[in-house]
C-alpha cells in the first residue's frame, strides 16, 4: 500500500485496536498463531476472523505494524493481539509459556495430519512472499510442518494454511460446540 492510500487502513486499524486492547479474550483453545512479517493487506484480518471462529488464544504479530482490519469482520476486537519486533522475542515468549513451536512450511517437514500436536502450541506463517524470516538453524525447537496438497501448485494461500492449521489441532483438542454454541449477528438480526 501507498502512504497516501494506506493513511485511513491505518486510521482504523487503530481505532481497532483500541478495542482489541478493551475487549479481546483468550480463546477456548491453546493454539496460539504467529504471523511472521506478513503484508499488511488482507491476510491478516481474514486469518483472525479464522482465529476467532476457531477459538484461538492469541494471534502473535511480528513485523507488522498495522494492517486493515476490515477482512476481519470485526474480530479482531475478540482474538488478543500482542505486536512484536522480531520471531525471536516471539519464540522466547511462547517458549516460557510452554508452547511448542511449529513452522507451516510448503513441501518441507512433517505432515500436518499425522504430526503430534500438543494441546499449548503455536503455529508460525511466514510472509507470502518469501516465507518466515527467520533461520530455522537458529531455532531448533521449531519445528516444521506442511500441509499434503495433490495437485500441481504446491502453495497455498495463507490464510487459507492458517485455518487449515486451526482446523486440524481442532479436529484433534476441540469439541464441536453444536451449531448455536454463540450468538451469531446474523442469526440474532434476521431472527426477529
Request: with cysteine; proline share 7%.
Amino acid at each position: 500500500m501507498s502512504r497516501g492510500k494506506d493513511e485511513p487502513v491505518r486510521r482504523r486499524f487503530l481505532q481497532h485496536k483500541f478495542l482489541n486492547a478493551a475487549h479481546a479474550r483468550p480463546g477456548v483453545h491453546g493454539l496460539t498463531l504467529v504471523l511472521d512479517h506478513l503484508k499488511p493487506g488482507f491476510n491478516v484480518g481474514k486469518i483472525f476472523r479464522s482465529a476467532d471462529a476457531f477459538g484461538a488464544r492469541e494471534v502473535l504479530l511480528v513485523g507488522v505494524p498495522y494492517f486493515d482490519p476490515a477482512p476481519a469482520v470485526g474480530s479482531f476486537r475478540h482474538v488478543p493481539a500482542r505486536f512484536l519486533g522480531s520471531f525471536a522475542e516471539a519464540y522466547d515468549l511462547l517458549r516460557a509459556e510452554g508452547a511448542a513451536v511449529f513452522n507451516l512450511e510448503a513441501g518441507a517437514g512433517e505432515s500436518l495430519m499425522g504430526a503430534e500436536l500438543p494441546e499449548r502450541c503455536a503455529l508460525v506463517l511466514g510472509n507470502e512472499g518469501v516465507g518466515q524470516s527467520f533461520r530455522r538453524e537458529d531455532f531448533p525447537g521449531v519445528g516444521a510442518l506442511r500441509i499434503p496438497q495433490w495437485g500441481r501448485a504446491q502453495s497455498l494461500n495463507v490464510s487459507v494454511a492458517a485455518a487449515l492449521g486451526m482446523y486440524e489441532y481442532c479436529r484433534r483438542w476441540g469439541r464441536d460446540p453444536g451449531p448455536h454454541a454463540l450468538p451469531d449477528r446474523n442469526r440474532i438480526k434476521h431472527a426477529a
